[in-house]
Nanobody
C-alpha cells in the first residue's frame, strides 16, 4: 500500500506563503493522479488542486485559483502545493491523495491518503 506523508504546514499571517510537501514511500510506483484536499472543523473535505502525474496538467478549485500551484518532482517522488496570498479562509488541515482511477477533485476517486498537515492563517 502506498504511504504518503505531508509536511510544511504551520501558522502564517494573511498575505503570506507556505509550501506543502507530500512524500511517497516508493519511487517505483508513481500514481497516475494526485491531489491536495483540505478540511476545516465542521466542514466537508474540499478538493483544492489536482495533477495528472503522467501528462503534467493540473486544475484548481475556484477558491484557490491564481493563488495555489500544484507540482511534482517525479524523480524525488514528492508532490508540492505552493500557497501564496493566503487568506484566513484557507485555514484547514491539508491532505495529499493518490490514485489511479480519475483526474478528479472528489475524495472518493483517491485510494491513498496522508495524515494531514495543519495550515493556520491569521488576520
Amino acid at each position: 500500500q502506498v504511504q504518503l506523508v505531508e509536511s510544511g504546514g504551520g501558522s502564517v499571517q494573511a498575505g503570506g506563503s507556505l509550501r506543502l510537501s507530500c512524500a511517497s514511500s516508493t519511487t517505483t510506483d508513481v500514481s497516475n493522479y494526485m491531489a491536495w484536499f483540505r478540511q476545516a472543523p465542521g466542514k466537508e473535505r474540499e478538493g483544492v488542486a489536482r495533477l495528472n502525474t503522467r501528462g503534467g496538467w493540473s486544475s484548481y478549485a475556484d477558491s484557490v485559483k491564481g493563488r495555489f500551484t500544484i507540482s511534482r518532482d517525479n524523480a524525488k517522488n514528492i508532490l508540492y502545493l505552493q500557497m501564496d496570498s493566503l487568506k484566513p479562509e484557507d485555514t484547514a488541515m491539508y491532505y495529499c491523495a493518490a490514485g489511479d482511477t480519475r483526474y478528479s477533485l472528489w475524495s472518493r476517486d483517491y485510494d491513498y491518503w496522508g495524515q494531514g498537515t495543519q495550515v493556520t492563517v491569521s488576520s
